[in-house]
């Protein structure tokens, strides 16, 4: 199928939702739809009232496409789950993420994972998550998050009193940004209860740190030796 039809299928998809009244999920993976096609279905979402679960994992979706997913993240009232994962979204989409974070008051299930996020995009969403009392569900794993998106993730949670879930799985994550993490979690936050951060460059001393936390419940941690 050509990228042209795709685009032509999203946008009458689009149009559709904009008076659907009872369709709740819509699993549009895999379909190259591109940042025209994340354009699209932002239009419908800012008017849809009933779509709850949206699901655009590999889609070739980047920095463009997902601010204008954002942009419809700040009308929208009805999304509580938004999968991204397996895209091109890079720090620069983070950032559009941060300001609709701050607005949108039903997203509880973020998934970002396989993306091109960095420290700097860590950093940026850990703004947001400072603000945001709704969203319990962030997955970040298999992006490019070392320590100092870490640490900025430890100080967001001192904070935040809603996020219950966050996966940090084969990042960049050393020693120093493990250690932080974990003290943030022992002696602050009790609210997350599972912590995934299997492949990172942790070492024995961290990874046992994190796995103490009383709070955790479930807790995947991977070290180097």
């Given at each position: 199928?050509?990228?042209?039809?795709?685009?032509?299928?999203?946008?009458?998809?689009?149009?559709?939702?904009?008076?659907?009244?009872?369709?709740?999920?819509?699993?549009?993976?895999?379909?190259?739809?591109?940042?025209?096609?994340?354009?699209?279905?932002?239009?419908?979402?800012?008017?849809?009232?009933?779509?709850?679960?949206?699901?655009?994992?590999?889609?070739?979706?980047?920095?463009?496409?997902?601010?204008?997913?954002?942009?419809?993240?700040?009308?929208?009232?009805?999304?509580?789950?938004?999968?991204?994962?397996?895209?091109?979204?890079?720090?620069?989409?983070?950032?559009?993420?941060?300001?609709?974070?701050?607005?949108?008051?039903?997203?509880?299930?973020?998934?970002?994972?396989?993306?091109?996020?960095?420290?700097?995009?860590?950093?940026?969403?850990?703004?947001?998550?400072?603000i945001n009392w709704v969203l319990t569900t962030l997955?970040?794993?298999?992006?490019?998050?070392?320590?100092?998106?870490?640490?900025?993730?430890?100080?967001?949670?001192?904070?935040?009193?809603?996020?219950?879930?966050?996966?940090?799985?084969?990042?960049k994550i050393g020693h120093n940004g493990a250690l932080?993490?974990?003290?943030?979690?022992?002696?602050?936050?009790?609210?997350?209860?599972?912590?995934?951060?299997?492949?990172?460059?942790?070492?024995?001393?961290?990874?046992?740190?994190?796995?103490?936390v009383s709070t955790i419940t479930t807790c995947n941690?991977?070290?180097?030796?």
């Amino acid at each position: 199928m050509s990228f042209e039809l795709k685009l032509r299928i999203t946008s009458a998809l689009s149009e559709a939702l904009k008076t659907n009244l009872t369709l709740t999920t819509l699993n549009f993976d895999c379909n190259s739809i591109g940042d025209n096609g994340a354009r699209a279905l932002s239009e419908s979402l800012k008017t849809s009232s009933n779509l709850t679960t949206l699901e655009l994992w590999s889609n070739k979706i980047g920095n463009d496409g997902l601010l204008a997913l954002a942009g419809a993240l700040k009308a929208n009232r009805t999304l509580t789950t938004l999968e991204l994962w397996g895209n091109t979204i890079g720090d620069k989409g983070a950032q559009a993420l941060v300001e609709a974070l701050k607005i949108n008051s039903t997203l509880t299930t973020l998934e970002l994972w396989l993306n091109l996020i960095r420290d700097y995009g860590a950093q940026v969403l850990s703004e947001a998550l400072k603000i945001n009392w709704v969203l319990t569900t962030l997955d970040l794993q298999s992006n490019k998050i070392g320590d100092q998106g870490t640490q900025a993730l430890s100080e967001a949670l001192k904070t935040n009193s809603t996020l219950t879930t966050l996966n940090l799985d084969n990042n960049k994550i050393g020693h120093n940004g493990a250690l932080v993490l974990s003290k943030t979690l022992s002696e602050v936050n009790v609210i997350l209860i599972t912590l995934t951060m299997e492949i990172n460059l942790i070492g024995v001393n961290a990874a046992q740190a994190l796995k103490h936390v009383s709070t955790i419940t479930t807790c995947n941690i991977t070290y180097d030796n």
